[in-house]
């Protein structure tokens, strides 16, 4: 029996795939900003920060990159509440991406930030700098300039990690998927569009990322 491929129930279920790509796109943005912001006060406290704190950051940072994402979702999910913190399936969803890409970008700018020259940091203090003054204007850009293509290499793995919040009902463009062809009968047909969006949003956000990073560090003419 020859299977007849049908793409007819786009018509029908394009909302749907619709909110389920904007959803995606909320969470690539609000993950990827607070995440690498995250990532970054914790690359700060690991490298330059005070001793009584680096303990604790070390200890969020092999928490997250040791255990499962989907762990990490159920957990927010499902086991915040017994603490008396409710969230909703995208709230936790937002959450859940923060907290695990913030663990991941820590590592990654840290390593930017211990390959800076020990000559800027003292160029900062005989400038009379603070130490925050010094990180900021003089360490941090030279730092993510290094470090930007494994920072944006890392953003696009977890958004594309980010499929599993269809499991605590989050309607992201997973969860269309699954919610079409249960009613379509078309899974192959559900799946591949689904696949071909992923695609396209993960060569877009490396685009826009690869942009950023031009627009942000320009490079130098050669001399």
């Not at 330059?48 to 990490?72: C, D, H, M």
Request: proline content about 5%; overall charge positive.
């Amino acid at each position: 029996m020859t299977y007849a491929f049908s793409f007819s129930w786009l018509a029908e279920y394009y909302p749907v795939l619709l909110k389920g790509i904007l959803i995606t796109i909320e969470l690539i943005v609000v993950g990827g900003l607070f995440g690498v912001a995250l990532g970054t006060a914790c690359a700060w406290a690991r490298a330059l920060g005070p001793a009584w704190l680096k303990p604790l950051v070390s200890a969020y940072v092999e928490l997250i990159r040791n255990t499962p994402f989907l762990i990490q979702l159920f957990f927010i999910f499902f086991g915040l509440p017994s603490l008396g913190v409710r969230l909703t399936e995208l709230e936790a969803a937002n959450l859940a991406m923060v907290v695990n890409l913030g663990a991941y970008s820590c590592e990654i700018v840290r390593a930017g930030l211990q390959a800076t020259p020990r000559g800027q940091f003292e160029a900062g203090a005989s400038l009379a700098m603070s130490p925050i003054q010094t990180f900021r204007y003089i360490v941090l850009v030279p730092a993510f300039q290094r470090i930007w293509p494994a920072l944006s290499s890392q953003v696009v793995i977890v958004m594309l990690g980010s499929a599993v919040v269809s499991q605590i009902a989050a309607e992201d463009l997973t969860f269309a998927a699954n919610f079409i062809q249960s009613r379509s009968f078309r899974a192959f047909e559900a799946y591949f569009v689904t696949t071909a969006i992923y695609l396209a949003l993960a060569i877009l956000l490396r685009q826009v990322l690869a942009g950023i990073g031009a627009m942000i560090f320009p490079r130098r003419p050669a001399r």
